[in-house]
T-cell receptor, first 112, second 110 residues
Framework: DAGVTQSPTHLIKTRGQQVTLRCSPI?????VSWYQQVLGQGPQFIFQ???????GRGNFPDRFSARQFPNYSSELNVNALLLGDSALYLC???????????FGSGTRLTVV | KNEVEQSPQNLTAQEGEFITINCSYS?????LHWLQQHPGGGIVSLFM???GKKKHGRLIATINIQEKHSSLHITASHPRDSAVYIC????????????FGSGTQLTVLP
């Protein structure tokens, strides 16, 4: 059974551009969470979706948005990219928020 | 003060040694997670616990809810255990989002 799949694995964007990151959860998992990990720090919570509804949002600006599709996959969008958005973006899926998480390998975003 | 504190930040051990990593938290939680992160970023969930003790192979995790403290032990450490070990807590409520500690970089020398 496939694990949590994130795409792309790496990308480079220019300041001011927009980016879309994708996450496919484990089959049967209905909850998807997004985290940002800046180099040398622990991950920071961005969003959680469960059953296609936003269940939680971290302390991130409105430039960050996300959605969950009927097949439970998810997209994270970041507009007007800043150099400080350079980070590893991690997706984690779970059967529900009460269960343990399985993490994807992440998307490494570099903003130049 | 961070909501989740880990110690030590860095740990170097000789192969075979018994290793302990500590985690303290200051908020109410629904569960505590121990995670392993290898170079390149992939995170593996090791344990999720809300009370007592869990064991998986050479790894043991304990939690004391009253003292808001958890420990991760590795017995008979091996160089392949070298990684960053991260403690994270799940918030109460519907989202149960994770709040992470800053991690412990473990290096096991042969």
């Amino acid at each position: 059974d496939a694990g949590v799949t994130q795409s792309p694995t790496h990308l480079i964007k220019t300041r001011g551009q927009q980016v879309t990151l994708r996450c496919s959860p484990i089959s049967g998992h209905k909850s998807v969470s997004w985290y940002q990990q800046v180099l040398g720090q622990g991950p920071q919570f961005i969003f959680q979706y469960y059953e296609k509804e936003e269940r939680g949002r971290g302390n991130f600006p409105d430039r960050f948005s996300a959605r969950q599709f009927p097949n439970y996959s998810s997209e994270l969008n970041v507009n007007a990219l800043l150099l400080g958005d350079s980070a590893l973006y991690l997706c984690a899926s779970s059967f529900s928020p009460n269960y343990g998480y399985t993490f994807g390998s992440g998307t490494r975003l570099t903003v130049v | 003060k961070n909501e989740v504190e880990q110690s030590p930040q860095n740990l170097t051990a000789q192969e075979g040694e018994f290793i302990t990593i500590n985690c303290s938290y200051s908020v109410g939680i629904s569960a505590l997670h121990w995670l392993q992160q290898h170079p390149g970023g992939g995170i593996v969930s090791l344990f999720m616990l809300s009370s007592g003790k869990k064991k998986h192979g050479r790894l043991i995790a304990t939690i004391n809810i009253q003292e808001k403290h958890s420990s991760l032990h590795i017995t008979a450490s091996h160089p392949r255990d070298s990684a960053v070990y991260i403690c994270a807590v799940s918030a109460p409520g519907s989202a149960r989002q994770l709040t992470f500690g800053s991690g412990t970089q473990l290096t096991v020398l042969p």
